[in-house]
């Protein structure tokens, strides 16, 4: 078992940035690979960015490429979700995953644990 804890999320306007971080608890992090998701209201689950177990080789949702930035510290047990120029179409609820396995990849099926998620709100 994984137990997973998004924080970081909150109002912003259009243009700034904000950080979320995903600590995790239970087995070992290191051995899985993470992803964010995110759910705007009405909408389906959407995938936002991915990372294997040893930080490397991050992927991106196209509507996020070049904005966000996904990295991990596996010795504090974090994943950290840098967003920057946020856009009002960012608004959604953002969860972090954890991986079935070290890789990590795009389908939320392929993913085992979940946080609870948390609120990121951009205004224009």
């Known amino acids: 078992q994984v137990q997973l804890v998004e924080s970081g999320g909150g109002l912003v306007e259009a243009g700034g940035s904000l950080r979320l971080s995903c600590t995790a608890s239970?087995?070992?992090?290191?051995?899985?690979?993470m992803g964010w998701f995110r759910q705007a209201s009405g909408k389906e689950r959407e995938f936002v960015a991915a990372?294997?177990?040893?930080?490397?080789?991050?992927y991106y949702g196209e509507s996020v490429k070049g904005r966000f930035t996904i990295s991990r510290n596996n010795a504090e047990n974090t994943l950290y979700l840098q967003m920057s120029s946020l856009k009002p179409e960012d608004t959604a609820v953002y969860y972090c995953?954890?991986?079935?396995?070290?890789?990590?990849?795009?389908?939320?099926?392929?993913?085992?644990?979940w946080g609870q998620g948390t609120q990121v709100t951009v205004s224009s």
């Open positions: 990372i294997n177990w040893a930080g490397v080789s991050p």
């Open positions: 995953a954890a991986s079935r396995t070290p890789l990590a990849g795009i389908r939320s099926n392929e993913y085992a644990y």
């Open positions: 239970g087995r070992t992090f290191s051995m899985y690979g």
